[in-house]
């Protein structure tokens, strides 16, 4: 059965009920892939893969990460974009908060 969001119906034998089973549970436990991917130039960046849920969420986490990396970065597409090679800190700072992580590539 596919999840909807419904938010007004005129069925008046929609079940209000059906609806709240049917939200989606986002864990707020993620398991993220980091990659490390070379851009034009040479440049590194830092990319974080695997995040399911809330869009608000993955920003508030990204924007913590970047801030603790004193780096600068993007969400965008499901995925976090730091600036820099910070796989390592980035793994050490998702295990502290209870995150599943692991690097990812050769």
């Known amino acids: 059965m596919e999840k909807k969001n419904i ?6 034998n929609f079940n209000q009920t059906t609806t709240l089973s ?6 707020n436990i993620q398991d993220f892939r980091i ?5 034009k130039g ?8 695997g995040y399911k849920g809330n869009i608000k969420m ?3 986490l990204g924007s913590h990460l970047k801030k603790q ?3 600068g970065g993007t ?8 600036q820099g090679d910070f796989r390592d800190k980035v793994l050490q700072l998702l295990l502290d908060k209870g995150h ?6 050769g």
């Open 75 to 82: 969400t965008k597409n499901g995925e976090i974009i730091i």
């Open 7 to 12: 938010i007004y119906s005129t069925n008046v």
């Open 100 to 105: 599943r992580a692991k690097l990812a590539g």
């Open 69 to 71: 990396c004193s780096v």
């Open 42 to 49: 040479g440049k590194l960046v830092t990319v974080l893969r």
């Open 58 to 60: 993955l920003k508030n």
């Open 22 to 27: 049917l939200e989606t549970k986002t864990s």
């Open 35 to 39: 990659h490390l991917v070379r851009l």
